[in-house]
């Protein structure tokens, strides 16, 4: 089992800058490939990719819509995975959520550990 706890979301202005983080405990952090997913509030959205890492960071993975402005790292001696989000845009107002799994696949069903999310709204 793992837990993890996402933190950093909250309301920004577009084209700014944020900082999210997902904190890891239970099992070593660095079994784990990382993602970070996102789900608009609104009917019909679904849960979407957003970025993830391999296990020692060699591989990184990015939806086209955030190459570019968005950076995932990971520190596995902080057991904390990273999603660094530049030129933000109000169609990244959503709620994020890092996930743990065992390759950095880019479907949720790649992905046995959730955390409960935390929301980003951007404001024109």
């Known amino acids: 089992q793992v837990q993890l706890v996402e933190s950093g979301g909250r309301l920004v202005q577009a084209g700014d800058s944020l900082r999210l983080s997902c904190a890891a405990s239970?099992?070593?952090?660095?079994?784990?490939?990382m993602g970070w997913f996102r789900q608009a509030q609104a009917p019909g959205k679904e849960r979407e990719f957003v970025?993830?890492?391999?296990?020692?960071?060699?591989?990184?993975y990015y939806t086209d819509s955030v190459k570019g402005r968005f950076t995932i790292s990971r520190d596995n001696a902080k057991n904390t995975v990273y999603l660094q989000m530049n030129s933000l845009k109000l169609e990244d107002t959503a709620v994020y959520y890092c996930?743990?799994?065992?390759?950095?696949?880019?479907?949720?069903?790649?992905?046995?550990?959730w955390g409960r999310g935390t929301s980003v709204t951007v404001s024109s």
């Open positions: 996930a743990a799994g065992r390759s950095p696949g880019t479907i949720t069903t790649s992905y046995d550990y």
């Open positions: 970025a993830s890492i391999s296990r020692f960071g060699r591989m990184r």
């Open positions: 239970g099992r070593t952090f660095s079994s784990f490939a």
